[in-house]
């Protein structure tokens, strides 16, 4: 092809035709500009279309993550909510608004109430891999991009009550630790070898239990703590169904 154009120019140039031959070399120039914009445009359609491929992988794993930190979430806020309530009605019991139920009940709410802690560990895999490699800006769906920074920042700093519920749960057990034995659930009991305590021993250890001001003012602590990550995870899987919602749609399209 070259040496196509070439002859020409030499034909033009031979038969002295300034004229024909300026108007040759624009035409020429004009191809070449034509041949570069078009290699220019098949070069940026290849690009985008590598990244729109990588942008979709990203979305899918994303998505597998989202599905799988509601999965665990939904599952601990149902427990999360039993503890509360269990906790809130020990609190009710020990300021006389609510009568002392049958022992097992209070058995129940100490071990699975008063003394429980419960924290889904949610799947941050995807997301961490997309800002360390620094490929944030592949997200191309801008409120999207927004949503994932929101929830994240949520999620890295809504959960620094752990060492606190901690404290107060050792605190707690402490306090309780001379009725502990008697107001052990029969089945814990029964998975190390121990046998039923008498109902004499329970009660003992249930009116001692009642008579720990400290005891009552740490679970009073704890519960207020335990509702305040409930509610935070409330708000997390209000905004992960919005997130899914919209990575469903740019999957879709």
Do not use: C
């Not at 209070?106 to 995807?126: D, H, N, P």
């Amino acid at each position: 092809m070259i040496k196509f154009f070439r002859n020409i120019r030499k034909k033009l140039l031979a038969e002295g035709n300034k004229g024909k031959y300026l108007k040759y070399a624009i035409g020429e120039i004009v191809l070449v500009v034509i041949g570069i914009l078009i290699a220019l445009s098949i070069n940026n359609w290849n690009e985008e279309r590598k990244r729109t491929k990588q942008e979709q992988k990203i979305l899918i794993s994303l998505k597998s993550d989202f599905i799988e930190s509601k999965e665990r979430l939904h599952k601990t806020m149902i427990m999360q909510d039993l503890v509360i309530k269990r906790s809130s009605a020990l609190l009710k019991i020990f300021e006389n608004k609510s009568p002392i139920p049958v022992n097992d009940s209070i058995k129940v709410y100490l071990q699975y109430g008063a003394f429980s802690w419960y924290r889904a560990e949610l799947v941050t895999g995807a997301y961490d891999a997309l800002i360390n490699a620094g490929h944030s800006e592949l997200i191309s769906n801008e409120s999207l991009s927004k949503m994932l920074v929101a929830y994240f920042s949520i999620l890295k700093s809504g959960f620094e009550d752990q060492e606190t519920s901690m404290n107060l749960l050792n605190n707690m057990q402490i306090i309780a630790e001379p009725a502990l034995l008697a107001l052990s659930v029969p089945k814990l009991r029964g998975a190390i070898g121990l046998d039923a305590i008498s109902g004499l021993d329970e009660e003992e250890a249930i009116n001692f239990l009642f008579k720990q001001k400290a005891f009552f003012g740490h679970l009073y602590n704890k519960t207020l703590i335990e509702k305040l990550r409930f509610d935070i995870q409330q708000d997390l899987l209000v905004r992960m169904e919005d997130i899914l919602t919209i990575i469903n749609k740019e999957i879709s399209t």
